[in-house]
Structures are given as C-alpha cells and as structure tokens.
C-alpha cells in the first residue's frame, strides 16, 4: 500500500516517530502541503493521512486510487465526507487522545485570567517588588475560583474532565449540551466562567456572538481551546474593550496561524496561546497510536473510528 502523510510536522517534530506507520506500507511524509501540491503528492496513494490539509471533492475526484483517508484529528471538517462517502472511501478520525492534555490547558488559561502568574512574574523582574514600601503588592487581586460558577459549552470527553477539575477546585458546574443541560441562556448570565467544548457545526458557528456577550456577567471570563469559529472575534474584541466582560482567552482562531489583522491581537486582557493544549508528546504519542491503528484495521477490512 502506497501511504501518504500530507502534513505530518505538528504530530511529528522529532520526538514521535512513524515507525509503526511504516511497517504498514510505504510512506511517504511530507512537514506541510501547500494546496496547489495536494492532488501531485497523493497520487496513486491508496491511504491518505491529514490533519489539517483540505481533501474536497475536486481534490479527492482526481484522486481515483484513493481508499482510506486518516484524519489525524478529532474534527474531520478537512474532509467532504459526502464526497468520500460517494467515492467509497473510508473516513476516520482520532476521538480521545487529547483529553486530559486540553483540559489542563484550559485551567492553565482560567489560573493566568484569575491570578496574572506571567505579569506579577514580570513585575518582579522589572524591579517593582524592589521598590514597593510594602511586603506584598499586586496589579489586581487574584480571583479565588471555589464558589464560581463554570459554564461548559458541549459536554463530552474534555467537557466532562474540565468538570471534574473544576469540582476540585469547589467550582459549580452549568452545562449546555445540544439535548440537554443547563439552558444555554441561562449558563450564560450565571457563569463566571464559560469554557467553550462543543464541535464546530454550523449551528455552533460564531455562539459567541454580541447577544451572548452582552449576557455575560461583567466579570466573567470566556475560554476557547474548541474551535476558533465559535467565536465571533470582533464581537469579543468590542465587549472586551467595552469591558463588557472582564477577559477572555483562546487557544484556537478563526485563521490558523493567526493573521496581523485578529482583532483579538490588540483586545484588552485577552490571552492568546498558539493552538497547543493538544500538543503534549504524551497527547501526540496517542494519537499517533490510535492513527495507526486506524490504518491497520482498515488493512484488515475492519474499519475502526469511521465518521461519514
């Protein structure tokens, strides 16, 4: 079998190997595939892995060969899946692998909101401790989480490992799902809090829009490590310089890497990380496995983990 990687570089670096992919068949890995080289790079592959390289039907039309693609995701929106679907090709993503790693990251994020670590840190290095009169001091006070309400937006593996962190923190927990939960009008003016996990659909599309900002309470947080296009930037970027909420921090946007002109780039209190809570080597070692797995069950005319 003739295996191709279209962007293996993020999974990849150096520090996880494709061992286990190549015992499989021969592959060829490429960091990054500039579009216009897509359809040249995967001809005459029978399997295709990709993270975030588009396959649409025009691209998977000239791709004749093509049997099995492997998204090296939990979101397979790269995909047309109706276009796979009709070309007899199987699908399949990675659905955990990350868990425990986004999850960490999130309160990373809820921490630097509640407590400033980095600028305090700065501070002290700057030389403002040495010359405060004072023992102590601070740009503001820190925000004790136990007793804060939690807002979770879609409630499945991450969503419920978020809970379960914020539990340990004494955190009260509001969760919104598409069937069930707390209503969604209601965890958004009684949240401290909002931690946004659902998938990106075009229901989900821009949730975070002026109206659910404005109900936000004005000292609330919003955090992003789902999909950038939840979330309306320009509406975040006004409601938090009106102060309409208090902060806010992404991990995701809604152009990767991020363009000049994010409005979020010069929004006031507004933490920006590169898309990394899924990045961990332990993370990344999963889902390589799971990958893998994916592909060998294919080989084995057992598809496992198929969407579509």
Avoid at 252 to 270: F, T
Wanted: one cysteine or more; aromatic letters at 6%.
């Amino acid at each position: 079998m003739k295996i191709v990687v279209l962007d293996g570089y993020t999974l990849n670096p150096g520090d996880n190997p494709w061992d286990e992919l190549q015992s499989l068949g021969d592959v060829t890995v490429y960091d990054r595939t500039p579009h216009d080289q897509i359809i040249a790079r995967s001809a005459g592959a029978e399997i295709v892995l990709t993270n975030k390289t588009p396959l649409d039907a025009d691209i998977l039309a000239s791709l004749p060969k093509l049997r099995f693609i492997g998204v090296l995701a939990t979101g397979y929106n790269v995909v047309d899946i109706p276009a796979a679907v009709a070309q007899n090709i199987v699908v399949t993503n990675v659905p955990e692998y990350g868990t425990d790693s986004v999850a960490q990251h999130v309160f990373s994020l809820v921490l630097e909101l509640s407590n400033a670590v980095g600028e305090h840190n700065a501070a002290v290095h700057d030389g403002e401790w040495q010359r405060c009169p004072d023992f102590s001091f601070w740009h503001s006070p820190p925000i004790e989480l136990a007793g804060k309400s939690l807002g979770i937006v879609g409630f499945g593996r991450i969503g419920q490992r978020v809970a379960e962190i914020g539990k340990a923190f004494g955190m009260q927990i509001l969760s919104n799902t598409r069937t069930n939960g707390t209503p969604i009008e209601e965890l958004r003016s009684n949240a401290d809090i909002v931690s946004l996990h659902c998938p990106l659909t075009e229901q989900t599309r821009s949730i975070i829009d002026p109206d659910f900002l404005k109900s936000m309470k004005p000292t609330s947080f919003l955090i992003n490590t789902a999909r950038g296009p939840l979330v309306d930037e320009a509406a975040l970027a006004d409601a938090l310089d009106k102060r309409t909420i208090a902060g806010a921090a992404v991990d995701v946007v809604d152009s990767e890497p991020i363009r000049p002109d994010n409005p979020l780039l010069r929004a006031r209190n507004c933490i920006i990380t590169p898309h990394l809570a899924w990045a961990s080597v332990a993370a990344r070692r999963r889902l390589m496995t799971i990958a893998v797995d994916n592909v060998r069950a294919f080989l084995d005319g057992r598809p496992i983990n198929t969407v579509g």
